[in-house]
């Protein structure tokens, strides 16, 4: 039976952040708000606990969940290589709908699936998210819904389609405020990549890197002369759980959505 906390009050929300994270340290599921979509999150480093994490989605290893961190400085002890402008995009963005996938640090125990090498990593805004990250360390986090349905911007549509038999706590955060997915971007490549479109324009991007090459739609093979901007063009790995609904591949064009999902939550909205 799923644990229920109302975190609008200072009492249940304290001790619901408590909860969840004794049962992440267990290797159970909770159910955590986030700045997009509310996410399904476990102990990143422990792959029975992703394993079923993936299960109870619906997924398999092909499609690996994204990492929440509640910090910048937990954040690059799971990236090997920031490139040339990972760390001004996440003093711009983060915390923030920015997902950023980078070449993931060899030498970490982890397995999140068939990630190719690489890690999804997001710094999500909503204060009972960084509370419990900021308890428990990475997280491994996909939207709280089932693949290929909606996904949860309240506690209850989480809870109708995920119900108590696996999750041991659900954190209701109340509704969650955007309804644009996390902006992801595809930092193993010396010029950045936008893999999806999102809550961060890439006009905001360029900004601050400059040159960023656009989003691929559905049905072009190659950039634009505009998005390309100069760079070359790449082609495709496997696909990564973005956290906010939809999936990405590092490397790759953003494919257009196995459903309806929006989660760095699943296509992680987050």
């Known amino acids: 039976m799923s644990r229920i906390y109302d975190c609008a009050d200072e009492t249940a929300r304290k001790d619901g952040i408590a909860d969840a994270a004794s049962a992440v340290r267990r290797g159970d599921l909770v159910v955590l708000p986030t700045d997009t979509v509310y996410g399904i999150g476990?102990?990143?480093?422990?792959?029975?606990?992703?394993?079923?994490?993936?299960?109870?989605?619906?997924?398999?290893?092909?499609?690996?969940?994204?990492?929440?961190?509640?910090?910048?400085?937990?954040?690059?002890?799971?990236?090997d290589d920031l490139g040339n402008h990972g760390?001004?995009?996440?003093?711009?963005?983060?915390?923030?709908?920015?997902?950023?996938?980078?070449?993931?640090?060899?030498?970490?125990?982890?397995?999140?699936?068939d990630?190719?090498?690489?890690?999804?990593?997001?710094?999500?805004?909503?204060?009972?998210?960084?509370?419990?990250?900021k308890e428990v360390g990475p997280m491994a986090v996909s939207s709280a819904n089932k693949s290929g349905q909606p996904s949860a911007t309240r506690v209850e549509e989480a809870l109708e389609q995920l119900g108590e038999e696996d999750i041991a706590v659900y954190l209701d955060g109340g509704e969650t405020e955007a309804r644009a997915s996390s902006t992801i971007v595809d930092l193993t490549y010396a010029v950045p990549r936008v893999l999806r479109a999102g809550a961060i324009s890439i006009e905001q991007l360029r900004a601050v890197c400059g040159t960023v090459i656009g989003e691929l739609r559905k049905g072009r093979t190659k950039a634009e002369p505009e998005d390309r901007a100069g760079?070359?063009?790449?082609?495709?790995?496997?696909?990564?759980?973005?956290?906010?609904?939809?999936?990405?591949?590092?490397?790759?064009?953003a494919r257009e959505g196995e459903g309806p999902e929006q989660t760095a939550l699943d296509g992680d909205k987050n």
């Open 42 to 79: 476990t102990d990143a480093f422990s792959p029975t606990a992703v394993a079923r994490l993936l299960a109870t989605k619906g997924r398999g290893r092909e499609t690996p969940p994204p990492v929440l961190v509640g910090s910048m400085r937990a954040a690059t002890a799971l990236i």
């Open 87 to 113: 760390r001004d995009l996440m003093e711009e963005f983060w915390p923030g709908p920015l997902t950023l996938v980078c070449t993931a640090t060899p030498s970490l125990s982890w397995d999140l699936g």
């Open 115 to 133: 990630t190719k090498g690489t890690v999804g990593v997001r710094m999500p805004m909503d204060p009972v998210a960084l509370d419990l990250l």
């Open 231 to 253: 760079a070359g063009e790449r082609s495709g790995e496997s696909a990564q759980d973005t956290g906010d609904g939809q999936d990405a591949a590092p490397g790759a064009p």
